[in-house]
């Protein structure tokens, strides 16, 4: 495929090229902030830059909804919605751990970056929808529930508030230069086990 054609991208709708565009350009704004060139985001998409500017009204804009995607719960709500609900409860979990922390991490990452950076929300606050923090996380929970269902007989709280718990706990668990001290099975381990070495037994 020559550049010329490449660059066109041909058959892709404004939708699925501003989708393209968003998700080349997360990795280098965790990266390089609000300071990162929509020239740099053109290059690691294999467009010209002006294609960035046919789906989006500038540089702000797209800045704006990358932060949005990274705080939607679509991506974490899939990688939950793929776990084997055949296997253990304990890896069920672990799975979930990793599938949410990584969640949290890229949230984590890209809002820290632009802030660093200096961006304070731009000029196009309401041009760029996503879900609230509240949708965000009933939508998260409910795939939690949908895990423990199950082993809903086993457990000594309805799914709801074992959900609720347990995704309480992977906000608050011990961090080590802003990593997580606990592994995904051990925090599992933990969580269903609790804190006395025998309990497990």
């Excluded at 751990?97 to 990452?109: F, T």
Aim: charged residues 25%.
């Amino acid at each position: 495929m020559t550049d010329s054609k490449r660059r066109r991208a041909p058959g892709m709708s404004p939708e699925q090229r501003r989708a393209m565009i968003i998700q080349t350009a997360i990795p280098l704004i965790t990266e390089y902030g609000a300071a990162v060139t929509t020239a740099k985001i053109a290059r690691a998409a294999g467009i010209g830059e002006g294609t960035i500017f046919r789906v989006f009204a500038d540089k702000d804009e797209l800045l704006q909804a990358c932060l949005a995607e990274a705080l939607s719960p679509e991506h974490a709500v899939r990688e939950l919605g793929a776990i084997d609900v055949s296997q253990p409860l304990p890896d069920r979990l672990a799975d979930a751990a990793e599938a949410l922390q990584a969640h949290l991490d890229r949230m984590g990452a890209i809002a820290g970056s632009l802030h660093t950076s200096g961006h304070r929300g731009g000029k196009h606050p309401g041009t760029v929808r996503g879900a609230g923090r509240t949708e965000s996380t009933s939508r998260i929970l409910a795939a939690l529930v949908e895990l423990l269902e199950p082993d809903k007989a086993a457990l000594r709280r309805p799914p709801e508030q074992i959900a609720a718990l347990f995704y309480g706990l992977l906000f608050t668990q011990p961090r080590k230069d802003d990593k997580p001290e606990l592994t995904p099975h051990e925090l599992a381990e933990v969580f269903l086990h609790g804190a006395l070495a025998g309990a497990a037994k």
